[in-house]
Nanobody, 114 residues
Framework: QVQLVESGGGLVQAGGSLRLSCAASGIIFEIYAMAWYRQAPGKQRELVAR???????NYADSVKGRFTISRDNAKNTVYLQMNSLKPEDTAVYYC????????WGQGTQVTVSS
């Protein structure tokens, strides 16, 4: 059974930082591309950052220079370091694992107050 469990969300003031974690089980983690998505109220879910099995990364323009995605294959975990947070970063953040199929976590709420 595949499980992706996100953690690390919370309430933070604008300009602050948070680190999200996504722990995976039930998959051969190191061969999966991993990604973080977010969905704000009334908006579509959008890609925030992605990291391939080889470690290549790409980011949404809105988070470039502020967010960093990384992975620890020994811990089956992907991270999203979020710095210089803005109120518009407020959303539910989801972790996704992709190979031939997609697997999603349950999401973690991030709220940035102004």
């Amino acid at each position: 059974q595949v499980q992706l469990v996100e953690s690390g969300g919370g309430l933070v003031q604008a300009g602050g930082s948070l680190r999200l974690s996504c722990a995976a089980s039930g998959i051969i983690f190191e061969i999966y591309a991993m990604a973080w998505y977010r969905q704000a109220p009334g908006k579509q879910r959008e890609l925030v950052a992605r990291i391939t099995s080889g470690g290549s990364t790409n980011y949404a323009d809105s988070v470039k220079g502020r967010f960093t995605i990384s992975r620890d294959n020994a811990k089956n975990t992907v991270y999203l370091q979020m710095n210089s947070l803005k109120p518009e970063d407020t959303a539910v953040y989801y972790c996704k694992a992709t190979l031939s199929l997609n697997y999603w976590g349950q999401g973690t709420q991030v709220t940035v107050s102004s």
